[in-house]
């Protein structure tokens, strides 16, 4: 166990000598409110929003000759609100979040989490399926991450949450998920903590924290590393070459290619005199214009 402790601490090392760049700038025209990245392969998932949030659809992109293109909203979402798909190693897996009704007598849906599986990597989605009570409750439920073995994180505010949201853990056993329950103050407190990347080995997590005493102004990334005992070590800000002074959220790993993706609301507009329309514009329009956009950070090994 003590080698593999020195080896993610080496890699958050160097991570945080990277930089942090956008992903999608070719459709941030399309879309200008975008978040939550998962990749597999050359195929990606992101949450395509309107300006307030309102309208929320998970979209699906591909990746030829380095660029994502051909964006194609999912064939299970469109109608209601769904957001935060993860993708599982295998690819025949995704997860997400929606307020879509279970039956036609549910209305005004809280958010659970959903789950569509397909038998190979050719084949179409099939109709989502709700995890059931181990996992949802009457509040809500967003943001799963999964391991290789199928033990499924997540962000919930529910009942016994130590504080606003916490990030919940549910074991996948015989073949279903638990009773899920809140981790411990290691990584929840009595603020916010949502968005929960796992790894798949369950040796590391980053998630977010809102406004913590540590942070750089808003929601920071930070990181928990499994110790010798099983448990999961103090949280570590991962400091202002991933974090900025605006909202920071939404993490996911590409661990086959050592790129960590996350979710950005930073701003970084040129402040000087404008002096035509078209300046002024560009700067309007430019990716680091305090929009929910997606960012991607380098990590050496």
Known sequence: MKKIFVFFTLIITLQLQAQVQPV??????????IRDFTVFQNHAWFSAQSPLGDISVIVQVEKSDGVWKN?????????????????????????????????????????????????DLTSA???????????????NEFYPSLTKSGNLYFTANKSDSKGKDDIYFS???????????SLGSEINTDGDEYNAY???????LVFGAYKRADGLGSGDL???????????????N??????????????????????LYLTSRRN??????????????QTFNSIENGLSRIYQVKMSL
């Open 24 to 33: 999608l700038p070719e459709l941030s025209q399309q879309f200008t409110n």
């Open 268 to 281: 970084n507009l040129d402040t000087t005199e404008f002096t035509n329309l078209e300046q002024l514009l």
């Open 198 to 204: 796992v790894s798949k080995d369950e040796s590391y």
């Open 71 to 119: 964006p194609q909203i999912a064939s299970f979402s469109g109608k209601y609100h769904d957001l935060e798909p993860f993708i599982t190693h295998d690819g025949l897996s995704l997860y997400f979040a929606s307020n879509r009704p279970e039956n036609d007598n549910d209305k005004n849906k809280d958010y659970d989490i959903w789950v569509v599986s397909r038998k």
């Open 171 to 181: 074991e996948f056993k015989d073949g279903a998920f638990q009773k899920s329950y």
């Open 125 to 139: 989605w099939p109709e989502p399926r709700n995890l059931g009570s181990q996992v949802n409750s009457d509040g």
């Open 222 to 236: 930070y990181i928990s590393r499994r110790n010798s005992d099983g448990n999961w070590g103090q949280a570590d």
């Open 238 to 259: 991962l400091g202002e070459k991933v974090n900025s002074a605006q909202m920071d959220y939404c993490p996911f790993v590409d661990e086959e290619n050592n790129v």
